[in-house]
C-alpha cells in the first residue's frame, strides 16, 4: 500500500515570508515517483515538479525548491520570498513503479497576505 | 497544455437519476483517470484505463462505472446519482512513459441533490 501524508492543512504567511510544505510518503516499492501539483482559487491543476527514486539531487526553479530525503521519506516544498500568487492549495502525490496511477496527500492550503 | 476537455463543466441533478461525465483527450495517451475531489480528502481514484477497453478500479469505485471505447474518450457513469457523489471530478491523462507526468482537465462540479 502507499501513502501520502501532508499534515499541514493550512499555511497563513505575509508575502515575502519564505515557506515550507511537507510531504512525507510510505511505500515498500524501491521506484517510485514524487509530485507536486498546484490548485489555484480557479480550481485547475497545474503540474509542478516530478523526481523518481533514484534521483536525490534536490532542485530549485525561481522562487521554487524541493528537497527530496529517503532516510526520512519526505519531499518537502519551499517557496522563497512568498507572494500573493502563491496563494493556493499544494498537492504532493505518489507513483510506485509497479502503478500507473497517483495517490495524493489531502493537500496543503497556502494563503500569502499583504 | 495537454488537450483534455471534460463536459460537462456543471451539472445538478437529482438523487437516483443516472449521470455521464465524459472526458475527451486529443494527446493520444495511454492512460487516463478519474478523480474526485473532496474537502479533508484531497484526490482520489474512482477508476483508470490503460487502454481501449481495459480499465480498472480505484479506491473509491463503488457507485461508478467506467467505458472507454475510444482512445481519446473515457466515461465516467454514476448509475444512480446519490447526495453523497457530490464532488468535483477530475479527469487526467498520462502516457505512461518513463517522463510521464499526470495532465488534468478542468473538473466539473457535480452536485446531486
Known amino acids: 500500500a502507499q501513502k501520502v501524508t501532508q499534515a499541514q492543512t493550512e499555511i497563513s504567511v505575509v508575502e515575502k515570508e519564505d515557506v515550507t510544505l511537507d510531504c512525507v510518503y510510505e511505500t515498500r516499492d524501491t521506484t517510485y515517483y514524487l509530485f507536486w501539483y498546484k490548485q489555484p482559487p480557479s480550481g485547475e491543476l497545474v503540474f509542478l515538479i516530478r523526481?523518481?527514486?533514484?534521483?536525490?539531487q534536490n532542485e530549485i526553479s525561481g522562487r521554487y525548491s524541493w528537497n527530496f530525503q529517503k532516510s526520512t521519506s519526505s519531499f518537502n516544498f519551499t517557496i522563497t520570498a512568498s507572494q500573493v500568487v502563491d496563494s493556493a492549495v499544494y498537492f504532493c502525490?505518489?507513483?510506485?513503479?509497479?502503478?500507473?496511477?497517483?495517490?495524493f496527500g489531502t493537500g496543503t492550503r497556502l494563503q500569502v497576505t499583504l | 497544455d495537454a488537450g483534455i476537455t471534460q463536459s460537462p463543466r456543471h451539472k445538478v441533478t437529482e438523487t437516483g437519476t443516472p449521470v455521464t461525465l465524459r472526458c475527451h483527450q486529443t494527446?493520444?495517451?495511454?492512460?487516463m483517470y478519474w478523480y474526485r475531489q473532496d474537502p479533508g480528502h484531497g484526490l482520489r481514484l474512482i477508476h483508470y484505463?490503460?487502454?481501449?477497453?481495459?480499465?480498472d478500479k480505484g479506491e473509491v469505485s463503488d457507485g461508478y462505472s467506467v467505458s472507454r471505447s475510444k482512445t481519446e474518450d473515457f466515461l465516467l457513469t454514476l448509475e444512480s446519482a446519490t447526495s453523497s457523489q457530490t464532488s468535483v471530478y477530475f479527469c487526467?491523462?498520462?502516457?505512461?512513459?518513463?517522463?510521464?507526468?499526470?495532465?488534468f482537465g478542468s473538473g466539473t462540479q457535480l452536485s446531486v441533490l
Open positions: 487526467a491523462i498520462s502516457s505512461g512513459d518513463r517522463n510521464e507526468k499526470l495532465f
Open positions: 484505463s490503460y487502454g481501449v477497453k481495459d480499465t
Open positions: 494527446e493520444n495517451h495511454r492512460y
Open positions: 502525490a505518489l507513483r510506485t513503479g509497479t502503478a500507473s496511477k497517483l495517490t
Open positions: 523526481r523518481n527514486s533514484f534521483d536525490e
